[in-house]
């Protein structure tokens, strides 16, 4: 039998060229979880404990109250503050019903540490989240 997780992973975009090993890595570092519409996942200038892989639902991502994108399928976020362990730089609601994968600090760290490919998917979402934002800000 497949592992659920597995399937999962294979079919968010940033992992989608992960190997079978790297994908077993993610999973084994990531906790299933389903939430309702109206929960609040990270609120911006405060600490964030989590990153989240998003598999059925949306969230709302806002900054300084301002929505800046909406999160479907296969997107992730958190990943800032799991690197660097700062404060939030957006806050994100989920808007529907959830389901998701989440990461701790400390599994984050320790996928990223052990796979040099998940940690290269991890910095190039990032890099592209920064400069969509910048070139989109007034």
Not at 39 to 55: A, E, M
Not at 79 to 100: C, K, N, Q, W, Y
Not at 101 to 115: G, K, N, P
Request: net charge negative; hydrophobic share 40%.
């Amino acid at each position: 039998m497949a592992d659920p997780k597995l399937e999962q992973l294979k079919r968010v975009p940033i992992f989608a060229q992960c190997s079978k090993s790297e994908l077993q890595t993610l999973a084994k570092n990531t906790d299933d979880v389903t939430l309702p519409a109206g929960r609040t996942l990270i609120q911006q200038g405060h600490s964030n404990h989590g990153f989240y892989i998003l598999i059925e639902g949306e969230a709302e991502a806002t900054v300084d109250g301002n929505r800046v994108r909406t999160m479907r399928p296969g997107d992730v976020f958190g990943e800032i503050s799991m690197l660097d362990r700062g404060p939030a730089t957006a806050t994100v609601v989920t808007t529907t019903p959830v389901e998701a994968l989440v990461m701790s600090h400390a599994q984050f760290r320790d996928a990223v540490r052990s796979d040099e490919n998940i940690a290269h998917n991890v910095l190039a979402v990032m890099a592209e989240r920064l400069r969509r934002d910048t070139q989109a800000a007034p």
